[in-house]
Nanobody, 126 residues
Framework: QVQLVESGGGSVQAGGSLRLSCVVS????????VTWFRRTPGKDLEGVAAINTYDSTWLAASVKGRFTISKDNAKNTLTLQMDSLKPEDTARYFCAAREGRGNPALYTNPAQYTDWGQGTQVTVSS
């Protein structure tokens, strides 16, 4: 089992930026995918961005051009840089990990994941 701990959430005005971090207890030598999800009250979990062992990435259409996902294997850390934030980005953000080869776009369904962090809240005011 992999432990994940998110940080970096907060409150910001529309147009501002936040950087979320997710420390993963281990990145294995096998293929894996780590994904950021978000949950807005009353809505299902939504995949936001994903990255795999080979640094292939996927971004949801709603955040493409504004968010960037990256990872630092030496620090076992996943980062989500969020720029040009909008009120509709307000949500609790979670990172999740699973084994998986190939295109990270194949792993954007939260039901595919068993290892999750506790989440960090992002609030964007207009």
């Amino acid at each position: 089992q992999v432990q994940l701990v998110e940080s970096g959430g907060g409150s910001v005005q529309a147009g501002g930026s936040l950087r979320l971090s997710c420390v993963v207890s281990r990145f294995t030598d096998s293929s894996e995918c780590v994904t950021w999800f978000r949950r807005t009250p009353g809505k299902d979990l939504e995949g936001v961005a994903a990255i795999n062992t080979y640094d292939s990435t996927w971004l949801a259409a709603s955040v493409k051009g504004r968010f960037t996902i990256s990872k630092d294997n030496a620090k076992n850390t996943l980062t989500l840089q969020m720029d040009s934030l909008k009120p509709e980005d307000t949500a609790r953000y979670f990172c999740a990990a699973r084994e998986g080869r190939g295109n990270p776009a194949l792993y954007t369904n939260p039901a595919q994941y068993t290892d999750w962090g506790q989440g960090t809240q992002v609030t964007v005011s207009s």
